[in-house]
T-cell receptor, first 114, second 110 residues
Framework: NAGVTQTPKFRVLKTGQSMTLLCAQD?????MYWYRQDPGMGLRLIHYSVGEGTTAKGEVPDGYNVSRLKKQNFLLGLESAAPSQTSVYFC?????????????FGQGTRLTVV | QQPVQSPQAVILREGEDAVINCSSSKALYSVHWYRQKHGEAPVFLMI?????EQKGHEKISASFNEKKQQSSLYLTASQLSYSGTYFCGTDTGTASKLTFGTGTRLQVTL
């Protein structure tokens, strides 16, 4: 099993450009999450999903949109990138089972906005 | 709102012990602990559930005080391989939103 796969691993964008980060999991997990990691800020939740077709805002959702059209995929979109969105983005997933299950993380996407 | 971790950073000599604390302002259903090595993804260590017992394996264990919404991670007789950043993740049980703290950077030296 591949687990959680993020695409791309690295990307440089110019201010105002748009892009989509793809997260794919092959574990049939219901829950999926997008986090951003910045020095000293830890992992901050951007958006999450508890199932196909559903999404919800996390702590820092502004400037991002998400979609979960298929259970295995969770897409994170930046419509107009800003330098403040330079960060490392992690996707995670976990299975629904009494809500006491661990999260599995992808390897991260390092995004630089210039 | 992110849980608060303390300390922010700690340096240990090999063989020493450390405690990392995690505190939330919300009632918690469960607390997760993860370790992240530089340039890598966070890796799961353990989960503590509301009403559950203290968990651990070998020299890493944790406790969960649900009344105080606090958890502590205990690292005993630290090894070089314990170096990394430790994150607590909290689940309030509402829609399984999983929120992480700001992290504790642990460095173990010879």
């Amino acid at each position: 099993n591949a687990g959680v796969t993020q695409t791309p691993k690295f990307r440089v964008l110019k201010t105002g450009q748009s892009m989509t980060l793809l997260c794919a999991q092959d574990m049939n997990h219901e829950y999926m999450y997008w986090y951003r990691q910045d020095p000293g800020m830890g992992l901050r939740l951007i958006h999450y999903s508890v199932g196909e077709g559903t999404t919800a805002k996390g702590e820092v959702p502004d400037g991002y949109n998400v979609s979960r059209l298929k259970k295995q995929n969770f897409l994170l979109g930046l419509e107009s990138a800003a330098p403040s969105q330079t960060s490392v983005y992690f996707c995670a997933s976990r299975v629904y089972r009494d809500k006491n299950t661990e999260a599995f993380f992808g390897q991260g996407t390092r995004l630089t906005v210039v | 709102q992110q849980p608060v971790q303390s300390p922010q950073a700690v340096i240990l000599r090999e063989g020493e012990d450390a405690v990392i604390n995690c505190s939330s302002s919300k009632a918690l259903y469960s607390v997760h602990w993860y370790r992240q090595k530089h340039g890598e993804a966070p890796v799961f260590l353990m989960i503590l559930l509301k009403g559950g017992e203290q968990k651990g394996h070998e020299k890493i264990s944790a406790s969960f005080n649900e009344k105080k919404q606090q958890s502590s991670l205990y690292l005993t007789a630290s090894q070089l391989s314990y170096s990394g950043t430790y994150f607590c993740g909290t689940d309030t049980g509402t829609a399984s939103k999983l929120t992480f703290g700001t992290g504790t950077r642990l460095q173990v030296t010879l």
